[in-house]
């Protein structure tokens, strides 16, 4: 299970830092990912994290400004978001995936029930 939070309204500019812990297994060995869905909009990638340290991938749209990380002691997943835009409203859900480090949603096996992220102009 995947449990987001940290979702919320904020001003342009703003920053904001998204968890998402695991429970009910151990997702040390799976690639970690965020992804957002905005109103009327498909699931899009944002930034995944490799279950070996050093390996992330972002979006463009969101590159120099998010970052993603993990502390597999905790067992839980960060996007931290930083001066962030109108256009980051979405709804943002992690998810994980064992066998593939992907941009791609239909690569992940689990996914977070999302939190909303509402960013004011």
């Known amino acids: 299970q995947l449990v987001e939070s940290g979702g919320g309204l904020v001003q342009a500019g703003g920053s904001l830092r998204l968890s998402c812990v695991a429970s009910?297994?151990?997702?040390?060995?799976?690639?970690m990912g965020w992804f957002r869905q905005a109103p009327g909009k498909e699931r899009e990638f944002v930034a995944v994290?490799?279950?070996?340290?050093?390996?992330?991938t972002y979006a463009d749209s969101v590159k120099g400004r998010f970052t993603i990380s993990r502390d597999i002691a905790k067992n839980t997943l960060y996007l931290q978001m930083n001066s962030l835009k109108p256009e980051d409203t979405a709804v943002y859900y992690c998810?994980?995936?064992?066998?593939?480090?992907?941009?791609?949603?239909?690569?992940?096996?689990?996914w977070g029930q999302g939190t909303q992220v509402t960013v004011s102009s």
């Open positions: 998810a994980a995936s064992r066998h593939n480090y992907s941009i791609r949603p239909a690569q992940y096996d689990y």
């Open positions: 009910g297994r151990t997702f040390t060995s799976y690639a």
């Open positions: 994290i490799s279950w070996r340290p050093g390996s992330t």
